[in-house]
Every structure is written in C-alpha cells, then in structure tokens.
C-alpha cells in the first residue's frame, strides 16, 4: 500500500465542513428528517464515493443510507455514516458526526471521525497510533489523553440499557466510541450497525481497546456488509474484569 493517507485527512475535513453548511441551510429551512436520509445523506455518501475514487482508484462503498456501490471484494472499501446522530441535529442537540472508515484488501488501515459541531476530529491509521486533532491544530495522541481523565467506572453505551452499571449516551455511535477512547468512560457496551462502528473501531484498536461480541469472543474484522454488530470494548484488562463477574453481557441488558 503506498498512498498516503495522513493526505486524506484535510480532504474528508473539508467534505464534512460542506455537510455540516449545507445540513444547516436544510435545518433552517425546515426539512423533514425523512427528507435528510433519504434524499440528501445518500448524495453525501456518493460525493465522498467519488472523492476517494478519485484519490484512491479502485474503490467500493458501504454507506449508512447509500447502502453498497461497487464491489466489496476491490481493493478499498469505504465504510461510513458522513452524519452520525443526524437526529440530534435536527432535534437541536450535539452529538453529530461525519464518520469514515478504509479497508484495503478486507483489513482496517483507516479511520476518521469528525464532531460536526466542535469541528474537532479523530484519525488513526493502523499501526500509527490514534489521535485527536483541535480547530487550533493542536494533535493529541489518545492514549495520552486518557491518562489525563481521573479513573471511573462509567460505562457508554449504545442502543442499548444496562442494569447495575452507571451509563451514559449520546446517541451517536461514531462519538460514544472516540469519547471511550479519550477516556471517558472505562468501558463501552452496545449495538449499532457496520457503517456506524467502522471508524470507531479502528480509532479505538489504534488506541489500544479490545473488541469483543457480548460472549467475549473476539471481534478482530469489520464486517464487509451492512449487519448488526453487539461489541464490548475497552482495554484488555476492563474487558477481563468484566468477563469475571458476568458471563454474557445478555445477562446485564435491559432493553436491547
């Protein structure tokens, strides 16, 4: 693999900066939610679609309200939900996001994730670390900002409620994961779909979480299509603790 994708970053950057105009305009003159996920997501996904084809080559897409364009099996496969949370946005509440994932040859290289309202992103490529970038330029490595958050035993969770355990949500998969990355939270539980989790996932593996099913079995792939992930993640440790006081994470969940 030799293209370089540290160039991506300001690129995808400047597509959600688009988005997050253009989804504002729509807000303001009052679109319908329906309207926004079944006309204009679509049309993001298949702009981002041509933007990396241009930059990358042979290239599919998996998006949240797109679905799957091109073939699965070429050599890179994005994976992505460009407006994460879109109904807190139209709500009037935080926690939305443009969120972006790369396979090449079926493997993780790359994740992006963007907060659409702090313009702040998270990015990690596999083998080089996940960090978090400021609108000053400021570059933070996620590892080194968790260690600066005091130790707690909350959990995030996603689509998901839990007994015995003190939670929190925001609905929006892509920044409940970066938040467990920075530390927020000692663990994450839930369940989301492929084009949700696959940034995240890769931000957090680079970070150096686990992922596990809600057995504990490992998950060590993105899945290639469109399904159900039930995830656990957080760092070997927690995830082993956790595993020795319950023996499934049905065990624990109230509403799934």
């Known amino acids: 693999m030799k293209v370089n994708l540290k ?18 305009q729509l807000r303001k003159e009052m679109i319908s939610y329906r309207a926004l996920i079944k006309k204009h997501k679509p049309a993001w996904e298949r702009e981002a679609y041509e933007l ?4 990358l080559g042979d290239l599919a ?12 099996d070429t050599e890179w496969l994005c994976i992505c939900d460009l ?21 090449h040859n079926r493997e993780a290289v790359y ?26 330029g400021v570059i933070s490595e996620l590892r080194e900002e968790a260690l600066r958050v005091p130790a707690n035993f909350q959990v995030i969770t996603t689509n998901v409620i839990i007994k015995g355990l003190n939670s929190t949500e925001f609905r929006c998969t892509a920044l409940e994961l970066c938040a467990l990355a920075r530390g927020a939270a000692e663990i994450g539980i839930g369940r989301s779909w492929t084009p949700e989790v696959a ?35 957080g760092s070997p440790k927690t995830i082993k603790e956790l595993h020795a006081k319950i023996k499934s ?8």
Request: glycine share 10%; net charge negative; proline share 3%.
């Open 199 to 233: 940034a995240g996932y890769v931000i957090l593996r680079e970070a150096g979480f686990e992922f596990t099913d809600w057995d504990f079995r490992p998950i060590n792939r993105i899945p290639l299509t469109y399904e159900e992930i039930k995830f656990v993640s």
């Open 61 to 72: 897409l998996l998006g949240k309200d797109l679905g799957l364009i091109g073939n699965p």
């Open 249 to 256: 994470v049905n065990d624990i969940i109230v509403i799934a």
């Open 52 to 55: 990396l084809k241009e930059y």
């Open 111 to 136: 994740g992006f994730v963007a907060d659409l309202d702090k313009m702040t992103y998270y990015r990690a490529e596999k083998g080089g670390g996940a960090y978090i970038v400021r609108p000053d």
């Open 83 to 103: 407006f994460d949370g879109s109904l807190n946005f139209m709500c009037g509440l935080k926690y939305y996001a443009y969120s972006l994932a790369l396979l």
């Open 7 to 24: 160039n991506l970053d300001k690129m995808l950057l400047g597509h959600a900066k688009k988005i997050l105009g253009e989804a504002l």
